[in-house]
């Protein structure tokens, strides 16, 4: 069974920085497509990032310059630099896996505010 533990939420100014970690068991870690979603408050869930097997990286336009997506197979983790952080960027936010067969598995959510 694959599971996600993330890591690394919480409370920063507008213009600070977090990191996020999520580190995942039960599967081969190297093989998957690993990215980062989030939900605000009352709006859909949203791509954020991800990195694919070969290490192709796409990001949501209004995350792109200030957000970094980057993986440690030997770790079994995946991790999300946030700087520059904006109000807009609080909501909870959640690690994803997707096997080569499209399979996924969610985290549980990191809570992520910034205050303006």
Sequence with gaps: QVR?????????QAGGSLRLSCTA????????????YRQAPGKQRELVAAITRDYNRNY???VKGR???????AKNTVYLQMNNLKADDTAV???NIKSPT???TW?????VTVSA
């Design 60 to 62: 949501a336009d209004s």
């Design 102 to 104: 499209s399979r996924e």
């Design 67 to 73: 957000f970094t997506i980057s993986r440690d197979n």
């Design 93 to 95: 936010y959640y690690c």
């Design 107 to 111: 985290g549980q959510g990191t809570l």
């Design 25 to 36: 068991s039960g599967t081969i870690f190297s093989i998957n497509t690993v990215g980062w």
């Design 4 to 12: 996600l533990v993330e890591s690394g939420g919480g409370l920063v």
